[in-house]
Every structure is written in structure tokens, then in C-alpha cells.
Nanobody, 115 residues
Framework: QVQLVESGGGLVQPGGSLRLSCVGF????????MGWYRQAPGKQRELVAV???????NYADSVKGRFTISRDNAKNTVSLQMNSLKPEDTAVYYC?????????WGQGTQVTVSS
């Protein structure tokens, strides 16, 4: 059974940093794109960052220059380093991977940016 498990969320002050991690189980993710999405209260889920199997990255305009996505294929993990956090970054963050045409999601981790 394919599973994605996130960790690393929490409460941080504006301007602070957090690092999210996602570990995959049940298959090898190295050949597949992985990404991070987020959903704020009352809003639709949106793409934050994606990394291809080859390491190419894309970011939402709102996080460019502040967030960095990376992957460690040996550990079946994808991470999101978030710097210069803003209150509008507050959301539940979800790890995502597409395997054989199926989108898999983690359970989500809450990130709250507030003073």
C-alpha cells in the first residue's frame, strides 16, 4: 500500500523558518514527480512546489525565493524548506506523488504563521 507521511509543521512567527518532510512507503518514488500543496481555510488546495524525478523544480509565484523543494531518492523523501514565512503561508500542507496515473496524498501537516 502506497503511503505518504508528512512531518515538520507547527507554529512560527512571521519571518521564521520551518522544514517539512515527507516519507514515502510502499513503492519507490525516485522515478516519479513529487510535490507540496497547501490548503488554507475557505480556499482551494493549491500547488506550492514540485520536483521532477530528474530534480527539476517549479514553484508558485507566491513562494519563489523563499521556499526550496528537494528530494532524497535513497530515503524516499521529499522536503520543503520554508524561509521568510508570512501569515498568508498559514495552511495545511500536503505531500503529493503521482504513481502509475494515481495521485497519492499525505494526511497533511498544519503550518501556522502568527505573532
Amino acid at each position: 500500500q502506497v503511503q505518504l507521511v508528512e512531518s515538520g509543521g507547527g507554529l512560527v512567527q512571521p519571518g521564521g523558518s520551518l522544514r517539512l518532510s515527507c516519507v514515502g512507503f510502499g513503492t519507490i518514488f525516485s522515478g516519479h514527480a513529487m510535490g507540496w500543496y497547501r490548503q488554507a481555510p475557505g480556499k482551494q488546495r493549491e500547488l506550492v512546489a514540485v520536483i521532477s524525478s530528474g530534480g527539476s523544480t517549479n514553484y508558485a509565484d507566491s513562494v519563489k525565493g523563499r521556499f526550496t523543494i528537494s528530494r532524497d531518492n535513497a530515503k524516499n523523501t521529499v522536503s520543503l524548506q520554508m524561509n521568510s514565512l508570512k501569515p498568508e503561508d498559514t495552511a495545511v500542507y500536503y505531500c503529493n506523488a503521482g504513481v502509475a496515473g494515481i495521485a497519492y496524498w499525505g494526511q497533511g501537516t498544519q503550518v501556522t504563521v502568527s505573532s
